[in-house]
C-alpha cells in the first residue's frame, strides 16, 4: 500500500493536500457505499469508503474534486487484473484533479 505526506497520483487522478475546502464545493453523493474519485467506463473505478470520506466538487469543475477525509481510509482501484497500488489517506482535505487528454475537439477526461 502506498502512502503520501502532501500528494500522489493513482492511474488517472493526482491527489494534492490543501488547507482548506472551496466555499461553494457541494458533496457529491456516493453509490453502494463508496464515492467514486475517477469513473471508469469498464467499471473499474477508483473509490473510497463513504463512511471515512466525503466527495465534493464544484458546479463548473470538471478535471476537479475535493475529497474530506475524517478518518484514515483506502483509495482502491476497482480492477482485479492490471491495478493500481491501494493509496493510503490520512485525515484532511484534498483537491482530486483528473488527467485530461487533448482531442481536436479540445480537451477530455482521460479514460481507461
Given at each position: 500500500?502506498?502512502?503520501?505526506?502532501s500528494q500522489a497520483a493513482q492511474g488517472?487522478?493526482?491527489?494534492?493536500?490543501?488547507?482548506?475546502?472551496?466555499?461553494?464545493?457541494?458533496?457529491?453523493?456516493?453509490?453502494?457505499?463508496?464515492?467514486?474519485?475517477?469513473?471508469?467506463?469498464?467499471?473499474?473505478?477508483?473509490?473510497?469508503?463513504?463512511?471515512?470520506?466525503?466527495?465534493?466538487?464544484?458546479?463548473?469543475?470538471?478535471?476537479?474534486?475535493?475529497l474530506v477525509v475524517?478518518?484514515?481510509?483506502?483509495?482502491?482501484?476497482?480492477?482485479?487484473?492490471?491495478?493500481?497500488?491501494?493509496?493510503?489517506?490520512?485525515?484532511?482535505?484534498?483537491?482530486?484533479?483528473?488527467?485530461?487528454?487533448?482531442?481536436?475537439?479540445?480537451?477530455?477526461?482521460?479514460?481507461?
Amino acid at each position: 500500500m502506498q502512502t503520501f505526506k502532501s500528494q500522489a497520483a493513482q492511474g488517472d487522478f493526482l491527489i494534492t493536500r490543501v488547507a482548506a475546502l472551496p466555499k461553494r464545493a457541494e458533496p457529491v453523493y456516493e453509490k453502494d457505499g463508496v464515492a467514486i474519485l475517477a469513473h471508469s467506463e469498464t467499471g473499474h473505478h477508483h473509490v473510497i469508503d463513504a463512511k471515512a470520506a466525503t466527495l465534493y466538487r464544484l458546479p463548473e469543475a470538471i478535471y476537479e474534486a475535493f475529497l474530506v477525509v475524517e478518518k484514515a481510509a483506502v483509495i482502491e482501484h476497482r480492477r482485479t487484473w492490471d491495478t493500481h497500488e491501494a493509496l493510503k489517506v490520512d485525515p484532511g482535505i484534498y483537491r482530486i484533479n483528473r488527467q485530461r487528454e487533448y482531442v481536436p475537439e479540445g480537451y477530455r477526461l482521460a479514460s481507461d
